[in-house]
């Protein structure tokens, strides 16, 4: 059974860092597969959840949406299974629901089938 578990959201302020961590168990061939970061803003649809970073298995691709280009640095641990979101110079505009997800192949382009729970980041202005 994978499991998908995000940790490090919470309340800052408007300009402050945050980290986001996201660690794939009960797979063992975690550096065969893309890894991204989704976010929903509080009060909108499932449907509107925003793709905000990717990485490909290897960790030398990555893709960013124009909001956060900049400001937002995805990595991965292959050796620790987990992958990383360094967000800086937060906006009150990046207030979401942060999810993590797995890809099925080793870059995005085969569909997602896996999503963690989510962790809840709040910027304050």
């Known amino acids: 059974q994978v499991q998908v578990e995000e940790s490090g959201g919470g309340l800052v302020q408007a300009g402050d860092s945050v980290m986001l961590s996201c660690v794939v168990s009960?797979?063992?061939?975690?550096?065969?597969?893309?890894m991204g970061w989704f976010r929903q803003v509080p009060g909108k649809e499932r449907e509107e959840r925003e793709c905000?970073?990717?990485?490909?298995?290897?960790?030398?691709?990555?893709y960013y949406t124009d909001s956060v280009k900049g400001r937002f640095t995805i990595s991965r641990d292959n050796a620790k299974n987990t992958v990383y979101l360094q967000m800086n110079n937060l906006k009150p505009e990046d207030t979401a629901v942060y999810y993590c997800?797995?890809?099925?192949?080793?870059?995005?382009?085969?569909?997602?089938?896996?999503w963690g729970k989510g962790t809840l980041v709040t910027v304050s202005a």
């Open positions: 009960g797979r063992r061939t975690f550096d065969k597969y893309a």
């Open positions: 997800v797995k890809e099925r192949g080793a870059d995005f382009s085969y569909g997602l089938d896996y």
């Open positions: 905000v970073a990717t990485i490909n298995y290897s960790g030398d691709t990555t």
